[in-house]
């Protein structure tokens, strides 16, 4: 198994950093990994890199990247638009079919991301989807309220949210945790659903609780993920869906990881 850290050419003098996996074996599938929202992606990119390398290792060829405006590639967040990440990840999977064949192709998303892999990429997809959001309008809302909360603590008045949705709404950009969220950003990502697009194959849908459940048979979703998971089986996907005990180790304040998500994982993509 290899590691190669690079920079992919984007257009117009831009760039992405990306890491590439090589898998240890003979390829059995190729994997583009998308990263979570915001502040979201630094709390996970320990428990990425743990999961991309067992993949490699079990013959996945992986490619991370970061997508327009994140990490270390070009551009600040607040330039970072709802189509800008749809090219970006058309770019990745465009560089897996020129460098790691034609084996099985897997979305892997983490949380609200699942929302950008579920659309239509005009070609057979698999999707990981870890801890999916199943609503972009209720992603939006949750991210908001960080600043609400923030306001609050500090004796200011209700109302931030829908002062903030005003804002959007006006053209402006606006500053949430330290991200300057887009007008652009806010309004694909409020619109995003996670509802099947393209031909249909396979979804493994993991889910992480606090607490076990007391065995497979005893396996309950919030009615939300079950109709999300029922609208995808209706479409025709195959989905198979699951849950591991751990943490929540998108939100955590220390660095956290799931060596059971990362076994389910790869299970799942046998």
């Known amino acids: 198994m290899n590691r190669e850290i690079f920079f992919l050419p ?65 551009g600040d967040f607040h ?36 929302l950008l892999a579920s659309e239509a990429w005009g070609r057979a997809v698999n999707h990981l989807f870890w801890q999916p959001v199943t ?21 200011q008045k209700k109302g931030v949210v829908q002062t903030l949705k005003q804002q959007l709404a006006g053209g402006e950009a606006v500053e ?34 606090s607490r076990a459940m007391g065995g497979p048979s005893a396996v309950v979703f919030a009615p939300v993920v079950q109709q999300a998971m029922n609208t995808w089986h209706d479409a025709g996907w195959r989905v198979a869906a699951r849950q591991v005990v751990g943490p929540s180790f998108w939100a955590s304040t220390e660095i956290e990881t799931s060596p059971a998500l990362i076994d389910a994982s790869l299970e799942a993509l046998l």
């Not at 300057?180 to 493994?204: H, Q, Y």
Request: contains cysteine; charged residues 20%.
């Open 79 to 114: 330039q970072a638009s709802w189509a800008s990440w749809q090219d970006d990840v058309r770019l990745g999977l465009t560089w897996l079919d020129c460098h790691a064949g034609d084996s099985p192709l897997w979305l892997w998303s983490l949380r609200a991301s699942s």
């Open 176 to 209: 949430v945790a330290g991200y300057r969220l887009s007008p652009d950003l806010a309004n694909g990502l409020e619109t995003a659903r996670l509802v099947p697009a393209g031909p249909a194959a396979r979804v493994e849908w993991i889910d992480i609780t």
């Open 10 to 74: 984007a257009g117009e003098g831009e760039q992405r950093l990306c890491i590439f996996h090589s898998p240890a074996t003979q390829t059995v599938g190729r994997v583009l990994y998308l990263h979570p929202f915001a502040e979201e992606m630094n709390k996970t990119r320990r428990m990425a890199s743990l999961a991309a390398r067992a993949m490699a290792q079990a013959g996945y060829a992986v490619l991370q990247m970061d997508l327009r405006g994140c990490g270390d590639s070009s």
């Open 135 to 155: 609503s972009g309008q209720l992603a939006l809302q949750q991210f908001l309220r960080m600043k609400m909360a923030a306001e609050l603590g500090g004796g």
